[in-house]
């Protein structure tokens, strides 16, 4: 997603007909009085308010705008929000589509906990999970939350929301009751790797050593690690609670060592060291033929370009390939299948590993957590 503009700042205009000074905003004059000092000020306060809407016009008043209107101008406000987490607003998005479906025409003003509720049951279908029902309620109640602060509706609409109680364990029908995240086993991840890229693979082999997220390591290059001691250390600088101002680091024993040093060794300067670009030079190298010497090279099918980092999503779209063809080649070799698993479990086998040798303390500072009783979860 790319990174959202400021909108230009209107000029302050003078209309010599009607003696007036004026700034034109979406399209349409705002007349500002004759006093220059007097329509500066006017000027700085109007285009303040333009710029905190993102350049949106006026809204309608509090008990007209619509919810479809609300979530437009929440839509310019998370995309600025998340940009450095583009994943995330798509899934927000995506989420919010089935409800707007139903509620859009709505007034935003009537949408109150009967309606929420309403929406809330739609996904109690026997197969969604009662955390991620929850999730998504919540998620809505934000979007209102936020219009309440941008006065687009009465605060009383989000007081009134806020009474919808979560659905709790026990109490719930037709949701599942989640399963929780499990440490995977060794051989497992083992018996996969062979069926990965060899930068997905040793990223796998980096994640089950140190306990990192995977979104932690994936933009990793050779300059952002410190190998001056024993131990190598990487601070990053975008994580998941970069937010709240918290340093994260990473640390590489000697294991990881042996997985990024020669990564470290080969990686151009400034590239990521797992890159999906070594995949494809990989595909290429093992294709049955290759391009004649002087062959014209072939028209592209598309403008799709192939970016010089692995994002989240690819990493775990490639690790669930890997566990396919595993067990494909598994079937055919009449053998037991290996059970699914993702690499979040990967971040929970180092955690239990590091509390059974090292203890919760030991283990906490290395997942970099700010709570042990949030550690326990994972150990």
Known sequence: MPKPSTPKAPKLCFHKGKNLFFVRLNGEALYLGRDEDEAKRRYRIAVAKWWNR??????PPPQQITVAQVFDRWTVHAQEYYQNNPGHFESI??????????YKSMPAADFGPLALKSYRTGLCDGETSRTTVNMKVNAIRRVFKWAVSEELIPPSVFEALATVEGLRQGRAHGVKEPT???????????ACLPFMPSPVGDLVRLL???????????????????????VWTATITAHKTAYKGRERILCFGKNCQSILKPRMMSAPIGRPLFSPLESIAERADSAPTHRREGQPETPRKS??????????HAVNRAVARSIAKCNARREEQ??????????????????TRTRNTLGL???????????LEVTKIYA
Do not use: M
């Open 54 to 59: 993102g350049g949106l016009p006026e809204p």
């Open 93 to 102: 998005k995506a989420t919010y589509r089935a409800f707007l479906d139903v």
């Open 180 to 190: 929780p995240v499990t440490d995977v086993r060794w051989e497992h991840v083992e």
């Open 208 to 230: 089950w050593n140190c306990g990192a997220r995977v979104g932690e390591v994936v933009n990793l290059t050779a300059r952002d690690i410190d190998t001056s001691g024993p």
């Open 303 to 312: 403008d799709r370009r192939i970016n010089a980092a692995y994002d989240v």
């Open 334 to 351: 009449r053998l037991a299948p290996i059970p699914h698993w993702h690499l979040h479990q990967l971040r929970h086998s180092f955690a």
């Open 361 to 371: 303390e030991a283990a906490s500072a290395a997942l970099g957590h700010s709570d």
